[in-house]
């Protein structure tokens, strides 16, 4: 079991190299921060994560939430860390001073998470899911509601949570029935069953309160009828006391990992008597959570890049330390045998777990940096920052939660039959990052996201300014010899995406949506693989750059390992372009032309 | 929770169409079968299974095995099973006459074993282990040994064991440290400490029999100084009575899934009383071994198979119930929604999983006949079809079981957030199948195996041999419109793995083995994947000749359905393979050049 879940080495290369912080910290809404100051929060984040998070980590995988007396018992520890999270400011950190927080960018909240999560994903879910839900109340809420409900949420009183799925309605969110019919009294009375609600329930809060999605009587069908409301388990009589206000906790779902965060099945107003208040205006609920949704889902791309990470490290401190066999060109059994890191097939699941984390952080932080920078600026500037977020939001997702479950099996695979016992914890990070890749929508969803919507918004405008990005960082590696074969080799592919997309037009043009978006989720897996293949370029040119000047703060090795990691993405993972854009170019579509009744 | 485990169809097809046993029965060692006798057998099977095994499954996945009082516990039911197993000739079905078996071809004996680990893999572990120490002693051990231990076996009374890994000697069964000393009365004393091991100790048999090795002092060191022994946990007095011989019960492995199964860790000889029995000859325990192996192998990518069996029929039966969404095409929220199966991306999910479970399945069967036929023929025949076996062993073994952590991960996405929670049976397939890739040697064992010494065995006789029969099979299938491109298509693949081959060899010639075996791991994936195209180019020609012939046997939907799977299979799968080619033709070989300090 390895103690080691992240490389703070490397967090430092890309806040401080590849996306300095200090030139956010430029700009007028993050001048109160310095590189410095945020270096610090990192570190109590750290210190937090491994002091506490961590050490709970396996107890809460084999002790999971129960239902109890109608209720949701977790991790005893969850009570007194919610209490941590609230006092020392890390549910509010990202909020604006005016609510209490820090405004710290959201660069550094993720960064935040990925530590915690890295330590111990479930138990990161609760603040994060709380401070995600009172995002949503300081962005749409009254200000009455803001200050009954984000203060007790941000001291770590009160859970927030997202409640949309429901029963008859997880991808297709349109389909919700949930019902609202408004009352004299300002408020409306819900009615509905919510499923899959994280932390929907638990006795770590004395409080839940839900950011829930319901039709108010009369509403239009479909997505254009779907309100948000602030739903709490209990309310609030404004001097501390709180009343029951309908909310039944119907169970709790047993799940394959993610042990620690219960994830509760809830009934709204089984007595006709669960009241609720409407965030900003009706029928523009899906609107208000997607703005939400975009942060959502690059943090569970981040999330699952943090699963992964942990996984790495585990898999590598055995591969140093565990021995078996040895040199293929040593024929003598008398020798000893060798660290199993020295095998070339166990150095190839190190490096691939490697590029993937590596990558995937990168991305994680292109992503964060586009949305500071679009709170941060204005005009065609902050437009492009937005556009560009857009396109890469799906990809943030998917590409991580993806190949997280790749690479945790990878983990895996290095321990040898002991991967697949409890008592070295890889088959837990399997386990665990297998969420990723159907929560905050599946990667079918993200892929139609991709290229049924942003690949063509705004007339294509994010996808031209993603690739002129692109085509620059290319250029910038193409000065390096060491850098210049793999910059000419994303250049091509580069192209050979733009073929595809080409295409693809024709083929919608010609044989219209559903055989165009037959493969979206193909797609969505070709473009993740050239974005980690960019990221990678353009961490090696800061890996290039940092040799020229002779800078000491990065070890050798360091620097080194980078290289390989880089050097492992472009051998073994952009060749697998090659598969997907044969596929995608083919004129069968087996997927489309198949009949349901054809599948047996 | 689909009832529905495997395709009867499917296995009528195969075992009467592709590999027709009606043929092996021609053989005079199987001549007391026919095609009708052994169809009852796999009835019997079916019924055994949906009858007495799935019914448990979920019972055995909720209780996993635990230790009491030095004693492993498994569940109540098994001991009945084992019982029946013994009592219906379960195992000692294809054992020869001479041992109490009916000689049935090894082909029916997996075909019984794929449908029993279809409904419950844990359970039908017992059993075939059982079968396959048997196995052992029928083929080396002397005829006092058998007449002491087979029938026993054979009843399903004492449950058999392979006892091989030690805490040190996992891939490298070269560094077993487990000894034995002769002694004046005919048995060794052995001492040593066995990992692992499947079955290894439980209350369902009265006694297990574990077939251990063990280096005989002064026994040179390597795999040349490893002898096989029958080391019983309690040993027979002759009169019915069992003295207990030694065998302690360390510990019980808490497994990730595949939970029914108890896997043991048992410590031989600490009370310096532990009596084994030498199977055959002195220091050729590991050659014994490795006949039994490819058996062992083929089941373990029999029983992985099984399993994404399982994880389709259950997917696929959810797909078509389950509603969410509506076309892309439909607009209209009031329209209802659709069963899933309905979109492109879920039927590409299902058709993945069918083209590499029939795929799979097929390439077993390819195997099984394989060696029925080595054991039914003598001369150029037997040898021709001993070297195609050793050379598809690896493949057989790791393709299924690789891959079946994908199917079943493919699975598990189509439920969506159901797919990660107990209730629906997802999460178990896919934690359950991930063993496959580590037990009976690891993936990378097998690349080696192949690439390091199958291609190159008798020169390459071979390879050259399975060539020409993939040739000849493309031959008959390019007669026909339909498979002509994909036969094509698969024909210019296989050059290129030659080529690749080829380009390999003389990367041994100038840099060395480890260089040359680095990517091992990727060639046999290269060779999985068109070995399974191979099979499905035969089945294809297959099912056009049915179609031909005017049949009514196949409905036109099943042969419909396995049209489309070939064309899923060489539109999605085939093209993977072309990154994999430009991967082992590169010259980079990172993983050989990163030492193991620059992996951070």
Redo the contacts between chains.
């Keep these: 079991m390895s103690n080691k879940f992240y490389?703070k080495?490397n967090l430092k290369f890309l806040l401080h190299e590849v996306f300095p912080v200090a030139e956010l910290c430029k700009r007028e809404i993050f001048k109160e921060h310095s590189e410095e100051s945020l270096d610090m929060i990192l570190e109590a984040a750290d210190s937090l994560s491994t002091n506490h998070l961590r050490p709970i980590l396996v107890e809460m995988d084999n002790k999971p939430p129960y239902l109890e007396n109608g209720r949701i018992k977790v991790h005893p520890k969850m009570k007194e860390l919610m209490k941590t999270f609230g006092e020392d400011g890390w549910i509010s950190m990202a909020a604006p001073k005016k609510f209490g927080g820090q405004g710290v960018p959201f660069t550094i909240l993720q960064a935040t998470g990925f530590i915690m999560g890295a330590a111990n994903y479930s138990s990161m879910a609760f603040p994060f899911l709380t401070s995600g839900a009172a995002h949503l109340i300081e962005s749409f809420a009254t200000p009455e509601l803001q200050q009954t409900f984000i203060p007790k949420m941000f001291a770590g009183e009160w859970q927030g949570t997202m409640a949309l799925?429901e029963p008859?309605a997880?991808?297709?969110l349109?389909?919700i029935v949930s019902t609202a019919v408004p009352t004299e009294n300002g408020y409306y009375l819900v009615k509905g069953q919510k499923?899959?609600i994280s932390c929907g329930d638990h006795d770590a809060c004395e409080n839940m309160v839900h950011l829930m999605l319901a039709r108010i009587e009369g509403a239009p069908?479909?997505?254009k009828g779907i309100s948000l409301f602030i739903v709490p388990r209990s309310t609030p009589d404004g001097n501390g006391g709180l009343t029951f206000n309908d909310v039944n906790t119907a169970g709790v779902?047993?799940?394959?990992?993610y042990h620690g965060a219960p994830?509760a099945h809830l009934i709204m107003g089984e007595a006709n008597d669960c009241r609720a208040w409407l965030v900003g205006e009706p029928n523009k609920g899906l609107s208000y959570m997607f703005q939400m949704m975009n942060e959502a889902r690059i943090g569970v791309g981040c999330n699952a890049t943090s699963i992964a990470s942990a996984g790495y490290y585990n898999s590598?401190e055995y591969a140093?330390v565990r021995?078996?066999?040895?040199?293929?060109?040593e024929k003598d059994?008398?020798k000893p045998?060798i660290?199993i890191?020295?095998?070339?097939?166990?150095?190839?699941m190190?490096?691939f777990q490697?590029a993937v984390v590596e990558g995937s952080l990168s991305l994680v932080f292109e992503a964060t940096t586009r949305l500071d920078n679009y709170h941060a600026t204005v005009g065609e500037e902050r437009e492009n920052n937005f556009l560009i977020l857009e396109l890469l939001t799906p990809i943030v997702k998917s590409y991580p939660a993806e190949m997280s479950?790749l690479t945790t099996?990878a983990a895996?695979?290095c321990f040898?039959?002991y991967?697949?016992?409890?008592?070295f914890m890889a088959?837990l990070f399997?386990?665990e990052t297998?969420?990723h890749?159907?929560?905050e929508g599946?990667?079918?969803i993200h892929?139609m996201d991709l290229l049924?919507r942003k690949m063509m918004m705004n007339n294509g405008k994010a996808t031209i300014l993603l690739m002129q990005q692109i085509m620059q960082d290319i250029e910038a590696a193409q000065k390096y010899d060491s850098l210049r074969v793999y910059a000419n080799d994303l250049a091509q592919k580069i192209m050979k995406l733009q073929e595809v997309t080409m295409h693809l037009i024709t083929v919608a043009q010609s044989q219209?949506?559903?055989v165009y978006?037959?493969?979206?989720?193909?797609f969505l897996e070709l473009f993740g693989i050239l974005a980690i293949g960019w990221q990678w370029i353009k961490q090696g040119t800061k890996v290039e750059e940092l040799k020229a000047s002779g800078t000491k703060v990065y070890s050798a090795?360091?620097l080194?390992?980078k290289q390989?990691a880089l050097?492992?993405f472009f051998?073994?993972e952009i060749?697998?372009?090659?598969?997907?854009i044969?596929?995608l170019k083919?004129e069968?579509?087996?997927?489309?032309?198949?009949k349901?009744?054809?599948?047996?």
Tied chains: 1, 2.
């Design positions: 490389s080495d799925t008859g997880g991808s297709s349109s389909d499923i899959f069908a479909g997505t779902f047993h799940k394959m990992g994830i590598l140093n021995t078996q066999g040895r040199k293929i060109t059994p008398l045998q660290p890191i020295e095998h070339a097939d166990v150095k190839r190190l490096l490697k479950i099996s895996l695979q040898g039959g991967g697949y016992i409890k008592e088959e399997f386990r297998r969420i890749s159907l929560h599946t990667t079918a892929g049924g219209g949506p559903e978006l037959s493969d979206a989720t193909l090795e360091f080194q390992s390989y050097q492992y051998e073994y060749p697998k372009t090659e598969g997907l044969t596929r083919s069968n579509h087996v997927t489309v032309v198949a349901a009744e054809e599948i047996l």
